[in-house]
Nanobody, 116 residues
Framework: QVQLVESGGGLVQPGGSLSLSCDASGFTSSYYDIGWFRQAPGKEREGVSCISTSDGRTFYADSVKGRFTISRDNAKNTVYLKMDSLKPEDTAVYYC?????????WGQGTQVTVSS
């Protein structure tokens, strides 16, 4: 059974850090481009960061550049999103996505709330 399971979300104060994990099962995630997306209440889902399978290149939305870091551990079939200097506007449900051509998998999401 193909699954992507996000974890690591929670409540953090502005300026704090969180590390999200995306655990893949039922498929080999190293063959897929992996992306993190987020959706805040009343807003559309937006891309945050992604890491390619071909050369490991990473991409970041301008809003998180310099604060978030994406990485992958192919041996563990896991992708991570380290989030530093968090801001209230980072509050959202964060989703993991695995894509290879027309094949597209999504996780169920993990809530990140940045508030004092």
């Amino acid at each position: 059974q193909v699954q992507l399971v996000e974890s690591g979300g929670g409540l953090v104060q502005p300026g704090g850090s969180l590390s999200l994990s995306c655990d893949a099962s039922g498929f080999t995630s190293s063959y897929y481009d992996i992306g993190w997306f987020r959706q805040a209440p009343g807003k559309e889902r937006e891309g945050v960061s992604c890491i390619s399978t071909s050369d490991g290149r990473t991409f970041y939305a301008d809003s998180v550049k310099g604060r978030f870091t994406i990485s992958r551990d192919n041996a563990k079939n896991t992708v991570y999103l380290k989030m530093d200097s968090l801001k209230p506007e980072d509050t959202a449900v964060y989703y993991c996505n695995a894509r290879m051509g027309p094949v597209n998998y999504w996780g169920q999401g993990t809530q990140v709330t940045v508030s004092s």
